[in-house]
């Protein structure tokens, strides 16, 4: 019998981040259920109580993943969290006018083992207030569990539960399957070439050198911003920036405030 391929750059690479969790216990219940489907990056950012890897309630939560416990980061800031990290992807029951591509758990899973140059974050909210905006238009996709609509409730840990095994499955799976698809990078001369994934601090800073520029310019108004940037965001988000894209659009910004200062 042919068993099935693994794609371990996924169970190395993916980053689980949690976001000013309210309850140790939730904490320990995702750190079990990464564990169980063989993950172990966990990075929590800001939780809101002190201590959060040592609560005796998370470490019973965890039941048997301690190490995953002892393994984890706290850091003050999402830049920190996301460090190293060249996709990001929110998690959400609830959808934004302005949110990046919106896609299901299986979906991103198979994008995730399709492309193995991605350093990929699943990034999840407080358990009562989820994630704020500023933090979801920064991502690269929108995570919703397509849940029952008349009851979608999952608590903080059944959601990584759900988008932990579906990450396993795609990577015992192997086999590829997303739309879309990023090839690996080869000669540019290929058709399709893809270059480096652009990493979250790349992006980022690509963003706040345009906003700048277009306020330079005059096209954004500083003091009645609107909605232009989130809607730039979404835009950027469909497009997968690679490095040297993001590098161009710098230049692009770059270039238009020194023709006005000229």
């Known amino acids: 019998m042919n068993l099935p391929q693994i794609n371990t750059n996924l169970f190395k690479q993916l980053r689980f981040i949690l976001v000013e969790t309210s309850r140790a216990g939730n904490i320990g219940a995702v750190a079990r259920a990464m564990k169980t489907m063989g993950f172990s990056d966990l990075v929590l950012v800001t939780p809101r109580f002190e201590h959060a890897l040592q609560d005796p309630e998370a470490v019973a939560f965890a039941s048997g993943a301690g190490d995953i416990l002892a393994g984890a980061r706290v850091v003050g800031s999402m830049a920190e969290a996301l460090d190293g990290i060249n996709f990001a992807a929110a998690v959400s029951a609830r959808l934004r006018e302005y949110s990046p591509p ?17 350093r990929a974050a699943l990034i999840f909210g407080n358990e009562r207030f989820g994630l704020p905006n500023d933090i979801v ?33 795609a990577a015992l799976d192997g086999a590829p399957r997303a739309m879309n698809v990023r090839q690996p990078a080869g000669d540019a001369n290929e058709i399709g070439f893809q270059g480096e994934a652009a990493s979250a601090a790349q992006i980022e800073g690509m963003y706040q050198h345009l906003e700048q520029s277009l306020v330079e310019i005059g096209f954004l108004d500083a003091g009645n911003p609107r909605k232009l940037m989130p809607r730039l965001k979404r835009m950027f988000a469909r497009a997968q920036l690679e490095q040297e894209e993001v590098n161009i659009l710098r230049g692009i910004a770059r270039h238009m405030v020194g023709k006005r200062k000229g």
Do not use: F, G, H
């Not at 919106?102 to 991605?118: C, F, G, H």
């Not at 029952?148 to 990450?167: F, G, I, R, T, W």
């Open 102 to 118: 919106v896609l299901t758990p299986r979906q991103v899973a198979e994008q995730l083992s399709a492309q193995p140059e991605l």
């Open 137 to 169: 238009e920064k991502c690269n996709v929108l995570i919703n569990i397509p849940a029952n609509p008349d009851y979608s409730s999952l608590n903080l840990s059944q959601a990584a539960q759900v988008l932990a095994y579906e990450c396993r499955m």
